[in-house]
């Protein structure tokens, strides 16, 4: 670096630039857009309240004569409404930033459900091996077999069997991060397994169980630290998915109620009015959820190859 | 050998059995079964003769055995919201899931392997980077917004294909099972459901063979291959791809159960009269014989195809036969 004075100490921020993993970053140009694309959806999203021209939960602002208008290079669109508006004069950009904000939500929130459970069992069954290891491991191979959406679904109907009827809407959020933790916690546990098992053999654990620490203490604070690395990248890989697993309920009509969409709610809405040839009440909040797992993905694999370049 | 077939025996029965007792212990304490069938004004005594006819008052054992015994001879019980036997429901629409299903792992093998084949072997060629970038976004895109996207273009932009159903169906094996593929109705119903459902297993496929051939093309006995002068063609398809083909059977094999759980989202995009729509809408309308019914179902599929793909996989491989491998056949 020219610009790096030459007898200081690197400061923090030098360092981080100078570290391999930000080399690796700034050298892959389709990593950075990626990433680039996705900080700012998920910027725009979180600041949903503030950037959005409209607020579509607000039912007194909405006017039912601004419905079905199309994109404003359309004829018949609006300036007011870039992305034109839905069946009962929602503002499509708006909804999308609201929808975003919830996909991401519960995208986030589930995969760190999955990363608890995943994590704490791992490490049970790494560091304790015998009867519990095979029980966790025996559960985690008969759910690997099935697939994520079919594991959601079932625990989906499930929760809602035993819900209240009533209650169905205001649980749902609950319900389907709850459906999507619990079926993506086994990747984490098997990871963790693998390297506590790697771990547990080590001296240093020798050392402290040796002075009297319990097997909790040893597990979370000792262990567990030197096990993070391939976790953040499982959780990263793994946000896609969730975010597509919850777009895929909510589509398919068991996810968030149409009163506070998701992106999945609002493609499922839409579709109803593709036949009109209102296309652009589906496929915005399409490409915006494209996107976003597209960039999510995209992230993600670099972040694997980065860190760990024998899964190539 | 025997050891070894018995030993997966076991183990794919004991999965069967936990499945079974999952979805039985949904059909029997989930929600009140009686609950969901009688009318508002039913007196208590008609609801003790209920319960009485139905078993519920017999040890839960007696019970578990007895929905068990009912499961093996294809009686799940009565719909609760269709009033009719659950195994009827399945058999009518099985036919169209599995036409469904089957055409779109055609699809993606005949598509998949060579496409595979080729970003294999022209590893950093323009038109095989091109198709890798390609298969990154065919991932990224959820498959029912595939399947609406082909929707929007093919029937109601161009018309040229219908956006929902099955079209006309045809009867045959006396009557077991209604086919769509001997009208042209149905085939032409069959194309963009097919196309939507094969998507995501054709870029996995191609993925797959892509990885392999890089593997097997390191691989010495390639090397000696050409040394012996030996053609390209013959090298690339009688050596190396032929090589490559086993772990991919493999995956192609366990993938099938996950075409039959991902066809859910296809049928219910284009309204596809199936089994993974009526399992949809069974959980809607929390309808529990149902739901218990495809699971085990589909606990089924899943256990038949890998007891399959690990015995296809011990006759195939020869390493597997000779060395002392216990339980586990992915080696």
């Known amino acids: 670096m020219p610009d790096t004075p030459a007898h200081s100490e690197p400061s923090r921020w030098q360092r981080i630039r100078q570290s391999d993993l930000a080399l690796s970053f700034l050298a892959s140009k389709v990593t950075v857009a990626a990433a680039f694309v996705a900080v700012v959806m998920i910027a725009a999203s979180v600041g949903a309240a503030l950037i959005a021209p409209h607020n579509p939960y607000d039912m007194a602002a909405i006017d039912i004569f601004d419905s079905m208008l199309p994109p404003v290079w359309e004829d018949g669109g609006e300036r007011r409404f870039l992305l034109g508006t839905d069946s009962i004069g929602r503002d499509i950009l708006s909804t999308i930033l609201y929808g975003s904000r919830m996909s991401i939500f519960i995208g986030l929130t589930s995969v760190a459900l999955s990363l608890v459970i995943g994590v704490t069992l791992g490490l049970i069954a790494g560091y304790r091996g015998g009867l519990l290891d095979s029980i966790i491991m025996r559960l985690a191979e008969v759910q690997l077999a099935l697939p994520t959406i079919l594991v959601a679904l079932l625990i989906n109907g499930i929760l809602r069997a035993v819900a209240p009827p009533t209650m169905v809407n205001d649980v749902a959020v609950l319900v389907l991060i709850l459906s999507i933790g619990l079926s993506n916690w086994v990747q984490f546990a098997r990871a ?121 | 050998m025997i050891r070894y077939v018995s030993g997966r025996l076991t183990q794919s029965l004991l999965v069967m059995f936990i499945v079974a007792a999952v979805a039985f212990a949904l059909f029997g304490f989930v929600g009140d079964p009686i609950r969901q069938m009688i009318t508002e004004d039913a007196s208590q005594a008609e609801i003790d003769r209920l319960r009485e006819i139905m078993g519920l008052n017999d040890s839960v054992p007696v019970q578990f055995w007895r929905y068990i015994s009912g499961a093996v001879q294809g009686d799940f019980g009565v719909s609760y919201h269709h009033k009719r036997p659950v195994g009827t429901l399945i058999a009518e629409r099985l036919p169209a899931t599995f036409e469904l299903a089957g055409l779109s792992v055609l ?48 029937s109601v932009i161009l018309g040229w294909l219908p956006s929902f159903g099955r079209g006309e169906t045809v009867a045959v094996l006396g009557g077991f099972w209604t086919t769509g593929f001997l009208t042209t109705s149905g085939l032409r119903s069959l194309i963009l459901p097919s196309i939507t459902l094969a998507l995501f297993q054709t870029t996995m ?52 159960g996950s075409v039959i759980a991902f066809a859910i989202i296809t049928e219910s995009v284009f309204q596809w009269p199936g089994m993974g729509r009526l399992f949809l809408q069974s959980i809607q309308q929390v309808d529990i014989p149902v739901m218990s019914a495809y699971l085990i179902m589909i606990a089924f599929f899943f256990v038949v195809i890998n007891l399959i793909t690990d015995l296809a996989y011990y006759s195939i491989d020869p390493r597997l036969r000779a060395g002392a491998l216990k339980g586990n056949a992915h080696a």
């Open chain 2, 107 to 154: 699809l993606s093998v005949v598509i998949g392997i060579p496409l595979g084949v080729y970003t294999g072997l022209h590893r950093h060629g323009r038109l095989a980077r091109g198709l890798m970038a390609a298969s990154l976004v065919g991932v990224s895109i959820p498959t029912f917004l595939l399947g609406i996207l082909l929707i929007y273009l093919f």
């Open chain 1, 192 to 312: 963790v397994r693998a390297s506590t098992m790697v771990e547990r053999g080590q001296e240093y654990v020798l050392a402290v169980r040796l002075i009297g620490i319990g097997p909790m203490a040893i597990m979370f604070r000792h262990i567990l630290p030197n096990v993070m690395g391939p976790i953040m990248v499982i959780a990263t890989l793994n946000l896609s998915g969730a975010i597509l697993t919850e777009a895929t309920l909510s589509f398919l009509g068991v996810g968030v109620p149409s009163t506070r969409p998701s992106l999945g709610t609002l493609i499922n809405v839409g579709t109803d009015y593709l036949f009109s040839g209102a296309w652009w009440i589906t496929i915005f909040p399409g490409a915006a959820l494209a996107l976003l797992v597209l960039t999510v993905n995209l992230v993600g694999d670099w972040l694997r190859d980065a860190l760990n370049p024998t899964l190539g």
């Open chain 2, 205 to 256: 496929v191609m993925r797959l063979v892509r990885a392999e051939m890089l593997d097997v093309m390191r691989a010495d006995y390639i090397k000696f291959a050409r040394a012996r002068g030996l053609g390209t063609r013959t090298v690339h398809f009688r050596h190396a791809l032929k090589n490559t083909l086993m772990p991919v059977v493999t995956v192609i094999g366990l993938q099938l």
